[in-house]
Nanobody, 116 residues
Framework: QLQASGGGSVQAGGSLKLSCRAS???????????MAWYRQAPGKQRELVAE???????NYQDSVKGRFAVSKDNARKMVYLQMNSLEPEDTAVYYC?????????WGAGTLVTVSS
């Protein structure tokens, strides 16, 4: 199971760090997985924000490049999303996702609200 945390309310320009713990997942499965953060704003479709491959390569949605950073801690089976210079447009429910050859797990979302 995935447990996401770290959401909250901040003013524009602020920072938040989201965390996602892969409870119950064996280490080898975790390290072989592609991890990602998605978000869904009210009235919009869920979209990919950032992803990190098992080898550590990361990709970002254009709108968050330079502001967000995805990372992982294999030993703790944790995935993080550091969000800086937050904008009102970043307001959404954020979801972590861990995917591999035959697995695809989603965590419950965590709400991020950015006020102007």
């Amino acid at each position: 199971q995935l447990q996401a945390s770290g959401g909250g309310s901040v003013q524009a320009g602020g920072s938040l760090k989201l965390s996602c713990r892969a409870s119950g997942m064996i280490w080898s499965t975790f390290t072989a997985s592609r991890m990602a953060w998605y978000r869904q704003a009210p009235g919009k479709q869920r979209e990919l924000v950032a992803e990190i491959a098992g080898g550590g390569n990361a990709n970002y949605q254009d709108s968050v490049k330079g502001r967000f950073a995805v990372s992982k801690d294999n030993a703790r089976k944790m995935v993080y999303l550091q969000m800086n210079s937050l904008e009102p447009e970043d307001t959404a429910v954020y979801y972590c996702n861990i995917r591999g050859g035959s697995w695809d797990y989603w965590g419950a979302g965590t709400l991020v609200t950015v006020s102007s």
